[in-house]
């Protein structure tokens, strides 16, 4: 392999140097002031020691192909040496292509953990349900806290939210199931909420609601 990657290197740096001197050749005519030698082997070798990565964009195995294979070392030849010659072209577009790649990769991977931060919102409450919590022996005996005494609908709400099949609950679900009309169970909710008895999560469905585990301690205390 160490030989095949050096036999590459020759290839392209000979197409190279050709496709320098025939750009140099072309276009020196036409535009002497702006065309010089050293700038046209230069550009033709940077242009020809692309081809790999245009290659690899494409999903291309030329480069493991043409080992052992002349007739794919000569088209691999071939790529270099017309790079080589549209090397102007060929650099502008494939850096073009390149940081189009890159953008497109980094929408990608901020969505990507977008969702994981979703999934990881939605996942914590099972989570917690889940682990058994290294609590005292009293936590859940005695009277309850005069701040988390419960009334009628707050603990009829807690009590929906800890039973059921369902972890993450709707509030069309909760009103239904509860009997309650939505102004008051959205109230309900935001107390509870912010008495950290239940939590909230935000998903592709909407707003769901969920009992905390200190919601079901207190839950369990007023039984």
């Known amino acids: 392999m160490?030989?095949?990657i050096l036999i590459l290197i020759a290839v392209m740096l000979l197409a190279g140097v050709f496709g320098g001197l025939v750009?140099?050749?072309m276009h020196g005519q036409h535009d002497p002031d702006s065309t010089s030698l050293p700038r046209c082997l230069v550009v033709g070798v940077g242009a020809a020691f692309l081809v790999p990565v245009v290659l690899d964009l494409v999903n291309s195995e030329l480069v493991l192909e043409s080992q052992g294979d002349p007739s794919k070392l000569l088209i691999f030849t071939g790529f270099s040496l017309i790079a080589a010659i549209a090397s102007r072209f060929f650099i502008v577009n494939i850096s073009d292509r390149i940081l189009t790649e890159a953008h497109a990769a980094k929408e990608r991977s901020e969505?990507?953990?977008?969702d994981l931060r979703l999934v990881q919102r939605e996942l914590m409450p099972l989570i917690d349900t889940e682990?058994?919590?290294?609590?005292?022996?009293?936590d859940n005996q005695g009277p309850l806290a005069p701040e988390d005494e419960l009334d009628v609908t707050?603990?009829?709400?807690?009590?929906?939210?800890g039973s059921g099949r369902f972890i993450f609950r709707s509030l069309a679900g909760l009103c239904h199931e509860t009997g309650t009309d939505e102004t008051t169970m959205v109230k309900t909710l935001n107390i509870m909420v912010g008495r950290s008895l239940a939590g909230r999560v935000s998903g592709k469905k909407g707003?769901?609601?969920h009992i905390t585990e200190k919601g079901r301690r207190v839950l369990e205390a007023s039984l």
């Open 2 to 4: 160490a030989n095949h």
């Open 23 to 25: 750009n140099f050749y």
């Open 111 to 114: 969505a990507l953990q977008q």
């Open 131 to 138: 682990t058994e919590q290294d609590v005292g022996g009293d």
């Open 154 to 161: 707050t603990a009829n709400v807690l009590k929906t939210l």
């Open 207 to 209: 707003m769901r609601w």
